[in-house]
């Protein structure tokens, strides 16, 4: 079975989707009959642009945390928004994650998906799955911001990958239309929250669901 899931590294419930998936998938004993095929998904995109010498475009810059802009964004309290918080770091304890989402820094993840695709080509789907999880880690948990390409490249050297290569794809829009055709692809499906799993191409699951109904998802079709 082929499970492709849209994510974005800047959401942390699709750390906590994919940590249990995968979970769960170990527990039916069903990992050698199970591939994954990620797709890139921002959930925060540049609003404005400006000039740059060397790729045209240059993002906006954000400044703050997700505490704000959380509260800000869904009309709610600091105190409620306290609670949401609590809530994703409960959820991802189950996981074994460590979640610090309201202190991390508000920032793009287009280059932190480029990294990914860059890593898929070189080094294969399990140097592309460690990028991933390390950009997981190191946002959500440690609270760097990965769209800082001093980030990226040190996520790039500590999974294996090639430092001047690596230099001269973030320096680039390499990789840049994959990541946009992940969104549109996205779009044509409909798809609006993350994770969303599409497995076998026919069947989905959205959202953070539970272990009861993901195990009886895969069991019907594994």
């Known amino acids: 079975m082929v499970i492709t899931y849209w994510s974005d590294f800047a959401c942390p419930y699709c750390y906590i989707g994919i940590a249990r998936m995968k979970r769960l998938i170990r527990e039916l004993g069903a990992e050698g009959k199970v591939s994954f095929e990620r797709k890139s998904f921002q959930l925060r995109k540049p609003l404005s642009y400006g000039t740059c010498p060397a790729c045209g475009n240059l993002k906006e810059q954000l400044s703050g945390t997700n505490a704000s802009h959380f509260a800000a964004k869904y009309k709610m309290s600091e105190e409620k928004a306290a609670e949401q918080f609590a809530q994703m770091s409960r959820m991802g304890a189950e996981e ?38 390390t950009l997981f880690y190191m946002y959500l948990t440690q609270n760097f911001d990965i769209s800082d390409q001093r980030i990226l490249l040190g996520i790039a050297k500590g999974t294996g990958l090639n430092e001047q290569e690596t230099i001269r794809m ?53």
Do not use: W
């Open 96 to 133: 074994g994650l460590e979640i610090r989402y309201a202190t991390a820094p508000l920032c793009y993840t287009e280059d932190a998906h480029r990294l990914v695709k860059f890593a898929e080509e070189r080094g294969g789907d399990a140097v592309a799955a460690l990028v991933s999880e």
């Open 170 to 222: 973030l320096s680039s829009d390499d990789y840049g239309a994959n990541v946009q055709m992940d969104s549109m692809k996205a779009d044509m499906l409909g798809i609006h929250v993350v994770p969303y799993f599409l497995l076998d191409g026919k069947y989905y699951i959205e959202g953070v669901q539970s272990d009861e109904y993901i195990r009886e998802v895969l069991k019907a079709l594994l």
